[in-house]
Nanobody, 122 residues
């Protein structure tokens, strides 16, 4: 089981940037595809971005494509999400999770952490 801790959220004005991190415990981090998800108040959790185990494949939700970049450092057991040109509608709690392969990232297998709050003011 991989334990996940998200960080890096905060309050930012529209058009600003934030970089989220997800620190993972365990030696199997590099074996999994990883993903970022978010949940806005009153809404269901939704997929944001995913990356394959080697970092060679990435996928993004249409709503963040061109603005967000997912990356990973397997040597540091850390997943990142660089968020640029932030919009008020990006306001949400952001979570990371994992799956055996990137095709299955919509159904992650890990336990959800506490997430990190991102608030974008207009």
């Amino acid at each position: 089981q991989v334990q996940l801790v998200e960080s890096g959220g905060g309050l930012v004005q529209a058009g600003g940037s934030l970089r989220l991190s997800c620190a993972a415990s365990g030696r199997t981090f590099s074996s999994y595809a990883m993903g970022w998800f978010r949940q806005a108040p009153g809404k269901e959790r939704e997929f944001v971005a995913a990356i394959g185990w080697s970092g060679g494949s990435t996928y993004y939700a249409d709503s963040v494509k061109g603005r967000f970049t997912i990356s990973r450092d397997n040597a540091k057991n850390t997943l990142y999400l660089q968020m640029n040109s932030l919009k008020p509608e990006d306001t949400a709690v952001y979570y990371c999770n994992y799956s055996p392969n990137i095709v299955a990232i919509a159904r992650p297998v890990g336990s959800w952490g506490q997430g990190t709050q991102v608030t974008v003011s207009s």
